[in-house]
């Protein structure tokens, strides 16, 4: 055989897997929940209990796929008449209650062993918009996506909420979510009111004025009753341009402070480098300028080159010259065919992204999402320090972004001075090996962010101590009689609480 048909065949086997790769990193799963994770030496669940004769249990996981949990049932609620029945229930069987939205909590906030899980995504109407207020009320099932939806045809806008529009009105709430608006603060800062049932059935209207209830249910995880409408403050929608630049890391602290005391941008965050060639050094700043206009606004649409960005993170996850190739296509690629394409983006444009380039096809592993918040003076050392962590733990890392956070008052506070707040966005193997790293690393990064005076987010999985979230969150036992207050036979149960307030 010749030289050059050797190369030839060589060349074209090359060729067929990557061709291969890519087809099989950028195809999309058959649901949201697909779930192709089977952890080796897990024991497969009972769901025939002869302890309950004719019932046969169900199960239910979170998106991480790695919290399978026997459950005692899943019951959709459409109207408050379903809550009381399922309230009424669960006291008869003597079994707890758990309440679940999108189900994008990584440690069992959403459910708990033998719980009956109440799914509220199909209780998600939009109650009101007031155009003149500039307020809508909403059902606590309603997506962010939805809602959008219907506030921009009448030209209003979301004030806060994450910085995708996946999660139920409800889930934010109660853990008290964040996102772009620097200036907004939290969603907390934008709720007027809510309505909440109680464990012995009964409605009551919470507002700022009722304080204890108010501070305690946002961010409450789900434990202090089930959070029925939502009166929310909302904004004009308007149009923005967006800048994208790139700076050193060291020099973000000043380059914040500039542009906050500018107003230059109404939106804002940053992308930490995740290339191994600048790893944490440098950053992507994306700011959003508001610009004059008096034309309509053009509908909502999907994410554009969905299939090649779940491609490139895909690549990233275990290949160096991806994460390499990501970085880049990030860094000049998409602000490139993001101007030629598009150029202005409203308000809600910004924040209408359902992820989808995030779900996959892969086997036996997951994505983690963890947050970290930092009081502003400490920024700099703080980020050195993680990165150090994260670069001996080889965990690909995925993004790492910036927000900004205010100070928050409600009683497990995660920013009790203004902060800013990295979110990590990590990769992980589903073997017992990589689930015990994950632990270790995740007991390392809260470890040195309390060191620096800040908190992490509880809404991810539970790799941490109770004297890990005593000195993040002092108030922990505080909230814990509060909830006993307000459901003194523990009917509202996750398994957050379970391992905290318990030793479950």
């Keep these: 055989m010749s030289f050059k048909k050797k190369i030839f065949i060589v060349s074209s086997i090359l060729a067929v897997y990557a061709v291969y790769r890519f087809i099989y990193f950028s195809l999309k799963p058959p649901s949201r929940y697909y779930c192709p994770v089977t952890i080796p030496g897990g024991r497969p669940l009972v769901l025939d209990d002869p302890s309950y004769k004719n019932h046969r249990f169900k199960t239910i996981n979170d998106v991480s796929c790695l919290n399978e949990t026997r459950v005692y049932d899943i019951i959709g609620i459409t109207t408050p008449d379903d809550i009381r029945r399922a309230l009424s229930l669960a006291q008869e069987k003597k079994i707890p209650i758990s309440i679940a939205g999108a189900r994008h909590s990584m440690g069992g906030q959403a459910f708990f062993t033998d719980s009956l899980v109440l799914d509220m995504t199909s209780y998600n109407r939009i109650v009101e918009i ?36 996946i999660f139920t009105v409800g889930g934010s709430l109660s853990v008290n979510a964040h996102g772009m608006d620097h200036s907004v603060g939290s969603m907390a800062s934008t709720v007027i009111s809510f309505t909440l049932m109680l464990a012995d059935g009964t409605i009551r209207k919470v507002s700022s004025s009722d304080s204890e209830l108010f501070n305690a249910a946002i961010g409450g995880y789900g434990l202090f009753g089930v959070i029925l409408e939502v009166e929310l403050e909302v904004t004009d929608n308007v149009m923005y341009r967006r800048d994208t630049f790139s700076v050193r890391t060291s020099e973000f602290p000043q380059l914040f ?52 960005r779940r491609y490139l993170i895909n690549l990233s996850k275990s290949r160096y010259y991806g994460q390499i190739f990501k970085w880049v296509a990030e860094k ?158 523990l009917l509202f149960m996750n398994t957050f609480y379970a391992k905290y307030a318990l030793g479950k």
């Design 130 to 165: 007031n155009e003149k207020g500039k307020t809508i009320t909403v059902e606590s099932g309603a997506t962010w996506h939805d809602i959008q939806l219907s506030l921009h045809s009448k030209g209003l806008a979301v004030k806060a909420m994450q910085s995708t529009d």
């Design 257 to 308: 402070k500039k542009i906050k005391d500018s107003h230059t941008y109404e939106l804002f965050y940053a992308h930490l480098s995740t290339s191994p060639l600048s790893f944490f050094k440098t950053m992507i700043v994306y700011g959003y300028r508001r610009v004059e206009y008096s034309g309509s606004f053009p509908p909502l649409g999907r994410v554009s080159l969905i299939n090649f």
């Design 332 to 489: 000049y690629i998409d602000p490139f065919l993001e101007k030629r394409s598009i150029g202005l983006l409203s308000r809600n444009s910004v924040m209408h992204d359902s992820v989808e380039y995030l779900e996959n096809i892969l086997v036996n592993e997951t994505d983690i999402l963890q947050e970290y918040f930092i009081p502003r003076d400490q920024f700099i050392p703080f980020i050195e320090h993680v990165k150090v962590i994260l670069q001996k733990s080889s965990l690909p890392v995925l993004n790492a972004s910036i927000r900004v956070v205010n100070r928050e008052s409600n009683l497990l506070t995660y920013a009790p001075q203004d902060m800013f707040a990295l979110v990590l966005y990590l990769n992980q193997r589903a073997t017992p090996g990589a689930l015990k790293a994950m632990e270790k690393v995740t007991g390392q990064l809260i470890d040195i962010t309390t060191k620096f005076g800040g908190t992490f987010f509880l809404p991810y999985q539970l790799h941490y101590t109770k004297a890990q979230l005593l000195a993040a969150y002092p108030s922990i036992d505080t909230f814990f009689a509060l909830k006993r207050k307000y459901d003194p036979h």
